[in-house]
Protein backbone atom coordinates (compact mmCIF):
# COMPACT_ATOMS: atom_id res chain seq x y z
CA UNK A 1 0.00 0.00 0.00
CA UNK A 2 1.18 3.69 -0.78
CA UNK A 3 1.08 5.84 2.42
CA UNK A 4 -0.23 9.46 1.91
CA UNK A 5 2.68 11.16 2.09
CA UNK A 6 4.38 8.68 -0.92
CA UNK A 7 1.30 9.13 -2.54
CA UNK A 8 1.71 12.91 -2.53
CA UNK A 9 5.51 12.71 -4.26
CA UNK A 10 4.09 10.22 -6.96
CA UNK A 11 0.99 12.17 -8.11
CA UNK A 12 3.77 15.08 -7.92
CA UNK A 13 6.17 13.48 -9.97
CA UNK A 14 3.11 12.03 -12.45
CA UNK A 15 2.44 16.46 -12.91
CA UNK A 16 5.70 16.29 -14.31
CA UNK A 17 5.52 13.23 -16.66
CA UNK A 18 7.81 10.54 -14.54
CA UNK A 19 6.96 7.12 -16.19
CA UNK A 20 8.12 5.37 -12.56
CA UNK A 21 5.58 7.43 -10.55
CA UNK A 22 2.32 6.60 -13.01
CA UNK A 23 3.73 2.85 -12.98
CA UNK A 24 4.09 3.17 -9.24
CA UNK A 25 0.72 4.58 -9.06
CA UNK A 26 -0.43 1.67 -11.91
CA UNK A 27 0.86 -1.08 -9.39
CA UNK A 28 -0.49 -0.09 -6.48
CA UNK A 29 -4.24 1.23 -7.76
CA UNK A 30 -5.22 -0.97 -11.00
CA UNK A 31 -5.77 -4.12 -8.62
CA UNK A 32 -8.08 -1.92 -6.19
CA UNK A 33 -9.51 -0.11 -9.73
CA UNK A 34 -10.04 -3.74 -11.22
CA UNK A 35 -11.94 -5.09 -7.94
CA UNK A 36 -14.16 -1.89 -7.55
CA UNK A 37 -15.14 -2.48 -11.31
CA UNK A 38 -15.69 -5.90 -11.43
CA UNK A 39 -18.09 -5.85 -8.45
CA UNK A 40 -20.41 -3.54 -10.41
CA UNK A 41 -19.47 -4.87 -14.15
CA UNK A 42 -19.23 -8.93 -13.48
CA UNK A 43 -17.01 -8.94 -17.17
CA UNK A 44 -13.74 -9.43 -16.55
CA UNK A 45 -12.90 -8.25 -20.42
CA UNK A 46 -15.30 -4.75 -19.49
CA UNK A 47 -13.22 -4.45 -15.97
CA UNK A 48 -9.93 -4.93 -18.06
CA UNK A 49 -10.83 -2.26 -20.75
CA UNK A 50 -11.98 0.74 -17.95
CA UNK A 51 -9.21 -0.14 -15.69
CA UNK A 52 -6.36 0.61 -19.20
CA UNK A 53 -8.85 3.74 -20.02
CA UNK A 54 -8.83 4.94 -16.93
CA UNK A 55 -5.00 4.79 -16.56
CA UNK A 56 -5.19 6.04 -19.82
CA UNK A 57 -6.80 9.28 -19.41
CA UNK A 58 -4.75 9.94 -16.42
CA UNK A 59 -1.32 9.92 -18.12
CA UNK A 60 -3.47 12.23 -20.42
CA UNK A 61 -4.37 14.27 -17.84
CA UNK A 62 -2.00 13.95 -15.27
CA UNK A 63 -0.88 18.26 -16.25
CA UNK A 64 -4.36 19.36 -14.57
CA UNK A 65 -3.66 17.22 -11.24
CA UNK A 66 -2.59 20.26 -9.54
CA UNK A 67 -6.09 21.15 -8.60
CA UNK A 68 -6.51 17.50 -6.91
CA UNK A 69 -6.77 17.28 -3.47
CA UNK A 70 -7.28 13.60 -2.72
CA UNK A 71 -5.83 11.46 -5.65
CA UNK A 72 -7.18 8.10 -4.25
CA UNK A 73 -11.10 10.20 -4.67
CA UNK A 74 -10.51 11.79 -7.61
CA UNK A 75 -9.30 8.37 -9.44
CA UNK A 76 -12.08 6.84 -8.13
CA UNK A 77 -14.51 9.36 -9.35
CA UNK A 78 -13.19 8.67 -12.80
CA UNK A 79 -13.49 4.86 -12.42
CA UNK A 80 -16.87 5.58 -11.31
CA UNK A 81 -17.85 7.43 -14.16
CA UNK A 82 -16.46 4.82 -16.51
CA UNK A 83 -18.42 2.17 -14.71
CA UNK A 84 -21.61 4.47 -15.68
CA UNK A 85 -20.44 4.70 -19.89
CA UNK A 86 -20.14 1.19 -19.57
CA UNK A 87 -23.59 0.56 -18.37
CA UNK A 88 -25.13 3.16 -20.76
CA UNK A 89 -23.09 1.26 -23.56
CA UNK A 90 -24.99 -1.64 -22.50
CA UNK A 91 -28.53 0.24 -22.24
CA UNK A 92 -29.03 -0.33 -18.45
CA UNK A 93 -29.31 3.18 -16.98
CA UNK A 94 -29.56 3.29 -13.54
CA UNK A 95 -31.80 5.46 -12.08
CA UNK A 96 -29.70 7.96 -9.43
CA UNK A 97 -32.52 8.80 -7.34
CA UNK A 98 -33.57 5.16 -6.63
CA UNK A 99 -33.43 4.12 -2.84
CA UNK A 100 -30.02 5.22 -1.35
CA UNK A 101 -31.54 5.52 2.05
CA UNK A 102 -33.30 2.63 2.56
CA UNK A 103 -30.60 0.07 1.19
CA UNK A 104 -27.79 1.64 3.37
CA UNK A 105 -29.69 1.00 6.33
CA UNK A 106 -29.98 -2.92 5.62
CA UNK A 107 -26.56 -3.52 3.70
CA UNK A 108 -24.32 -1.46 5.80
CA UNK A 109 -23.09 -0.26 9.47
CA UNK A 110 -21.79 3.14 10.04
CA UNK A 111 -18.19 2.68 10.44
CA UNK A 112 -17.72 1.18 6.64
CA UNK A 113 -20.42 4.04 5.49
CA UNK A 114 -17.18 6.97 7.17
CA UNK A 115 -14.65 6.12 4.70
CA UNK A 116 -17.34 6.74 1.81
CA UNK A 117 -19.50 9.94 0.97
CA UNK A 118 -23.01 8.23 1.14
CA UNK A 119 -24.36 9.86 -1.90
CA UNK A 120 -21.32 8.11 -3.70
CA UNK A 121 -22.40 4.84 -2.34
CA UNK A 122 -26.11 5.22 -3.26
CA UNK A 123 -24.72 5.39 -6.66
CA UNK A 124 -22.80 2.07 -6.32
CA UNK A 125 -25.86 0.94 -4.91
CA UNK A 126 -28.14 1.87 -7.67
CA UNK A 127 -26.16 0.26 -10.15
CA UNK A 128 -25.97 -2.62 -8.21
CA UNK A 129 -29.91 -2.85 -8.53
CA UNK A 130 -29.87 -2.12 -11.88
CA UNK A 131 -28.08 -4.86 -12.46
CA UNK A 132 -30.15 -7.40 -10.17
CA UNK A 133 -31.68 -10.14 -12.46
CA UNK A 134 -35.43 -8.61 -13.76
CA UNK A 135 -37.48 -10.71 -11.03
CA UNK A 136 -35.05 -10.04 -7.71
CA UNK A 137 -34.95 -6.31 -8.76
CA UNK A 138 -38.68 -6.15 -8.90
CA UNK A 139 -39.07 -7.81 -5.76
CA UNK A 140 -36.39 -5.73 -3.60
CA UNK A 141 -37.81 -2.68 -5.52
CA UNK A 142 -41.35 -3.49 -4.27
CA UNK A 143 -39.54 -4.50 -0.73
CA UNK A 144 -37.48 -1.09 -0.24
CA UNK A 145 -39.04 1.61 -2.66
CA UNK A 146 -42.40 0.98 -2.36
CA UNK A 147 -42.61 -0.49 1.11
CA UNK A 148 -45.04 -3.52 0.39
CA UNK A 149 -44.86 -6.44 2.67
CA UNK A 150 -43.46 -9.83 1.45
CA UNK A 151 -47.28 -10.87 1.53
CA UNK A 152 -48.00 -8.19 -1.10
CA UNK A 153 -45.02 -8.69 -3.37
CA UNK A 154 -45.58 -12.34 -3.36
CA UNK A 155 -49.61 -11.61 -4.19
CA UNK A 156 -49.13 -8.84 -7.08
CA UNK A 157 -46.14 -11.22 -8.43
CA UNK A 158 -47.97 -14.38 -8.27
CA UNK A 159 -44.95 -16.06 -6.43
CA UNK A 160 -44.14 -17.31 -2.90
CA UNK A 161 -43.88 -15.59 0.27
CA UNK A 162 -40.44 -17.88 0.49
CA UNK A 163 -39.47 -16.95 -3.08
CA UNK A 164 -40.09 -13.08 -1.89
CA UNK A 165 -37.90 -14.18 0.87
CA UNK A 166 -35.04 -15.35 -1.23
CA UNK A 167 -34.95 -12.42 -3.35
CA UNK A 168 -34.45 -10.36 -1.03
CA UNK A 169 -32.07 -12.10 1.19
CA UNK A 170 -29.73 -12.30 -2.22
CA UNK A 171 -30.32 -8.99 -3.02
CA UNK A 172 -29.03 -7.65 0.46
CA UNK A 173 -26.48 -10.37 0.29
CA UNK A 174 -25.07 -8.81 -3.14
CA UNK A 175 -25.33 -5.21 -1.82
CA UNK A 176 -23.42 -5.99 1.38
CA UNK A 177 -20.42 -7.08 -0.48
CA UNK A 178 -19.84 -4.54 -3.58
CA UNK A 179 -20.40 -1.62 -0.30
CA UNK A 180 -17.92 -3.71 1.97
CA UNK A 181 -15.81 -4.27 -1.91
CA UNK A 182 -16.59 -0.32 -2.34
CA UNK A 183 -15.23 0.71 1.03
CA UNK A 184 -12.35 -1.55 0.84
CA UNK A 185 -11.09 -0.10 -2.61
CA UNK A 186 -11.94 3.26 -1.49
CA UNK A 187 -10.80 3.42 1.85
CA UNK A 188 -7.00 1.88 1.41
CA UNK A 189 -4.52 4.44 2.67
Known amino acids: MIELFEEKK??????????EAFDALYMAYSPLVERFAYA????????????Q????????IRSRLDSVNSFRS???????????????????SPDINLLPEAVLKDVSSADVLSSIDARKM???INMAVSLMPEQRRKVFMMSRKEG????????????S?????YHISKALSTLREIVEKSTVSVSVH
Do not use: P, Q
Open 53 to 60: NVFLKLWE
Open 161 to 165: VKTVE
Open 10 to 19: LVSALKNGSY
Open 40 to 51: LLKNRSEVEDLS
Open 148 to 159: ASHKEIAASLGI
Open 74 to 92: YLFTMVRNAIMDVLSKRKT
Open 122 to 124: GLI
